[in-house]
């Protein structure tokens, strides 16, 4: 089993920065994929951002590109998303997500049936 746990969540002003961190521990894996996928009341849980484990790719949703950047460091099992110029659109519960087979596009990384493993969520509130 893997266990994720998230941090960094919070409320923030609009145009202010937030950064998160997912770490994962027990049965962890050295390939597949790590990232962030979020989920505001009435709406279905979508990808904001994805990073392979082996090859470092990074794969965002259209609406945070160029505001949001994620990162891995490996030896520590964590993945961090960095989210700047936040909107109050950004508003969610973001979840950590963990699949054991890698993605390679977006398309691929942002469909939520092969994660295998889901963090708590921690919630974001941007105002306006």
């Known amino acids: 089993q893997v266990q994720l746990v998230e941090s960094g969540g919070g409320s923030v002003q609009a145009g202010g920065s937030l950064r998160l961190s997912c770490a994962a521990s027990g049965r962890t894996f050295s390939s597949g994929a790590m990232g962030w996928f979020r989920q505001a009341p009435g709406k279905e849980r979508a990808i904001v951002a994805v990073?392979?484990?082996?090859?470092?790719?990074?794969y965002y949703a259209d609406s945070v590109k160029g505001r949001f950047t994620i990162s891995r460091d490996s030896a520590k099992n964590t993945v961090h998303l960095q989210m700047n110029s936040l909107k109050p659109e950004d508003t969610a519960v973001y979840y950590c997500?963990?699949?054991?087979?890698?993605?390679?596009?977006?398309?691929?990384?942002?469909?939520?049936?092969?994660?295998?493993?889901w963090g708590p969520g921690t919630q974001v509130t941007v105002s306006s």
């Open positions: 990073i392979s484990r082996r090859t470092g790719n990074s």
């Open positions: 997500a963990a699949r054991a087979l890698d993605c390679g596009s977006s398309y691929q990384c942002a469909v939520t049936s092969p994660y295998n493993y």
